[in-house]
C-alpha cells in the first residue's frame, strides 16, 4: 500500500460518519471564505492586516454573514472597512449563495431538471432550502449570458455552415403550440466547429433562414464557403441573396427520406439501391447516368421521387465537384442533428415550456454543455484545409 493510501485512510477514521466528515469540510471551506475576503480586504486598502495603515481609510471589524454553498449553511466573518467601499468579490453584498451552488444550480438545468426538482435536489445534497424563485433568478441571470453570446462578432470567413431547425412545444396565449429553434454551426479556418447562434421562429421557412443569414452577415462573416442545409422550399435562394458565391449542397439524407415518402414499402429497399448509386457516383456525369437509370425503372411509377432529384439536381450533387475528404462532411447536415440530439436529451424532461424565454434559455445551456469537448480540430483538417485552399484561393486567405 502506497503512504499515501496510509495516511488517506488513517485521516478517513477520525470521522464516525459522512455527516462528521461534511460538516469538517464545511469548516475547512469557512476557512478558505474568510481568509480570501481578508485578502481581498488587503488589496483593497493597499495593506495588509497588523501593517501600518496609512492615513484615511482602514479595517473595522466584520460583519457575521450567512452564506450557502455545496456543504449546507456555514456562518462566515466578512471584514469590512471604515469607509464601507469594500466591495467583496467571491460573497458579494445582499447575496448569500457563494458562486459554487449557483453553478451546481445552472447545470442541473443544463441537464433538463426543472426548477422545483432542482429545489428537492438541493434539499436532499446539501441540506438548506432555497426557495424556487431564488434558483429561478440565478437560471434568469443565463439569460443575460446568452444575450451577449448571440450578439458577439463572428469570424470573416466560414468554411462550411450548417443549418438545421429542432421544433420544442411552447405556451403562447394559453395553448401550446410548436416552435421552431433555429441553430447554425460554422466551421472556421482552425478546424474546429462553433455555434454561431439560435434564433427561435414559429415555423421553419426560408423567409426565416434569409433572417438568420443577413444576422450572421451583419456580425462579421462576409463569406461562405459552402452550405449544407436540408431541403427546404426557398432555402437556396435564400442563401444566394445573402452569401450570393457560397456553394449550396442539400442534405443527401433528407433528400432520400424526402424521395422515399413517395414509394410504398415493398418496393423502397430496391428503390434505395438505385438511388444509392447517384450519390455514390464518381462524378456529376456518371452521377447523371444513374438518375436517368433511376427515372427508367421508377418514373413511371414514382414520379414524384424522382423529381424530387431533379428539381434539385444542382445542390444535391454540389459535393461531387470536391475532393473525397470534403464530401463525407459537406453531403449531409448530420454534424448539426448529432448537436440537436444533444440537445434533445438534455431537454427531454420538459414537456413544454412556459415562455419564448425559457426555451431559449434551456437551449442556450444545452449548447453550452453539449459543446464543451469542441476544443480540437475536425478530423484530417490539416488536408481538408489545403483541398479548400486550392479550390477556393482568392476567398480564403489565411
Given at each position: 500500500m502506497k503512504k499515501e493510501d496510509v495516511l488517506s485512510n488513517d485521516f478517513?477514521?477520525?470521522?464516525?460518519n459522512g455527516e462528521e466528515l461534511y460538516a469538517f469540510l464545511g469548516q475547512l471551506q469557512k476557512r478558505g471564505v474568510e481568509a480570501i475576503l481578508e485578502g481581498e480586504l488587503d488589496n483593497h486598502l493597499g495593506f495588509e492586516k497588523h501593517?501600518?495603515?496609512p492615513e484615511g481609510n482602514f479595517r473595522n471589524g466584520h460583519l457575521?454573514?450567512?452564506?450557502?454553498?455545496?456543504?449546507?449553511?456555514?456562518e462566515i466573518q466578512v471584514p469590512r472597512d471604515r469607509n464601507s467601499t469594500f466591495e467583496p468579490v467571491l460573497v458579494p453584498k445582499r447575496?448569500?449563495?457563494v458562486d459554487g451552488i449557483e453553478n451546481i444550480i445552472i447545470s442541473l438545468y443544463a441537464k433538463g431538471m426543472s426548477v422545483s426538482n432542482i429545489e428537492e435536489q438541493i434539499k436532499d445534497l446539501y441540506h438548506f432550502e432555497i426557495s424556487s424563485s431564488a434558483i429561478s433568478r440565478i437560471t434568469d441571470r443565463v439569460s443575460q449570458d446568452a444575450i451577449v453570446w448571440q450578439n458577439r462578432p463572428l469570424e470573416r470567413v466560414y468554411c462550411i455552415v450548417w443549418m438545421d431547425g429542432i421544433v420544442f412545444k411552447v405556451r403562447e396565449n394559453s395553448k401550446v403550440v410548436d416552435k421552431t429553434i433555429y441553430l447554425a454551426i460554422g466551421l472556421r479556418i482552425d478546424g474546429k466547429k462553433e455555434v454561431l447562434g439560435l434564433w427561435l421562429g414559429k415555423n421553419e421557412s426560408a423567409s426565416f433562414w434569409m433572417n438568420v443569414l443577413t444576422e450572421i452577415k451583419a456580425r462579421g462573416v462576409e463569406d461562405i464557403l459552402v452550405t449544407a442545409t436540408d431541403n427546404l422550399k426557398g432555402f437556396t435562394e435564400a442563401i444566394r441573396s445573402v452569401f450570393p458565391l457560397s456553394t449550396k449542397q442539400i442534405c443527401i439524407v433528407h433528400q432520400i427520406r424526402n424521395a422515399c415518402r413517395f414509394v410504398v414499402w415493398k418496393d423502397r429497399k430496391p428503390f434505395a439501391a438505385d438511388m444509392k448509386k447517384i450519390y455514390t457516383a464518381p462524378n456529376r456525369d456518371a452521377a447523371h447516368l444513374a438518375l436517368e437509370h433511376?427515372?427508367?425503372?421508377?418514373?413511371?411509377?414514382?414520379?414524384?421521387?424522382v423529381k424530387s432529384w431533379k428539381e434539385n439536381w444542382e445542390e444535391l450533387t454540389a459535393f461531387l465537384d470536391f475532393p473525397l475528404e470534403i464530401r463525407k462532411i459537406i453531403y449531409t447536415t448530420n454534424i448539426i442533428e448529432?448537436?440537436?440530439g444533444k440537445i434533445r436529451k438534455y431537454t427531454k424532461n420538459k414537456l413544454s415550456y412556459p415562455t419564448d424565454e425559457a426555451v431559449i434559455k434551456s437551449v442556450f445551456l444545452a449548447i453550452m454543455e453539449a459543446t464543451k469537448k469542441w476544443t480540437s480540430p475536425i478530423?484530417?483538417?490539416?488536408?481538408?484545409?489545403?483541398?479548400?485552399i486550392i479550390m477556393f484561393e482568392n476567398r480564403l486567405i489565411i
Open positions: 478517513l477514521k477520525q470521522f464516525k501593517g501600518d495603515a457575521r454573514k450567512k452564506v450557502r454553498n455545496q456543504y449546507g449553511e456555514i447575496k448569500n449563495i433511376l427515372e427508367s425503372i421508377w418514373g413511371a411509377k414514382y414520379s414524384y421521387a448529432n448537436l440537436n478530423r484530417d483538417w490539416g488536408l481538408i484545409l489545403n483541398q479548400f
